[in-house]
């Protein structure tokens, strides 16, 4: 059986976690994501650019006082992307315990 073939948007380790992060809760703000990864504030609008082109993610902004406040949330389509892939990856993983077993 071959190995599946992995969301190469979402399988890049910094936009795994943002996704991940995103999978557990309604929404998260920019402050909330960059503080939680550790990522610059640059690094992760770029990965959230390339999510949202994707269309995995959601982006709302606004502004609270003059201060601009972005949150974002998962599309369905970005909440099925995270199942199919964790499916995927437990697939994948458990081919090893299978590959061992012959």
């Given at each position: ?8 948007l ?11 992060l995103l999978?557990?809760v309604d929404e ?5 994501l ?16 390339k999510?949202e082109r994707?269309g995995y993610?959601?982006?709302d902004?606004s502004?609270?006082g003059?201060?601009?406040h972005t ?6 389509g970005?909440?099925t992307?995270?199942?199919?892939y964790?499916r995927e990856?437990a697939?994948?993983?458990a ?5 061992g077993?012959?």
């Amino acid at each position: 059986m071959p190995a599946p073939e992995l969301d190469r948007l979402i399988h890049e380790p910094a936009r795994l976690r943002l996704v991940t992060l995103l999978y557990v809760v309604d929404e998260a703000d920019f402050t909330y994501l960059a503080d939680r990864t550790g990522m610059t504030a640059g690094n992760l609008s770029s990965h959230m650019a390339k999510l949202e082109r994707g269309g995995y993610v959601h982006v709302d902004k606004s502004f609270l006082g003059r201060r601009p406040h972005t949150v974002y949330r998962l599309t369905t389509g970005g909440r099925t992307a995270v199942e199919t892939y964790r499916r995927e990856i437990a697939a994948l993983l458990a081919g090893i315990d299978d590959a061992g077993t012959r």
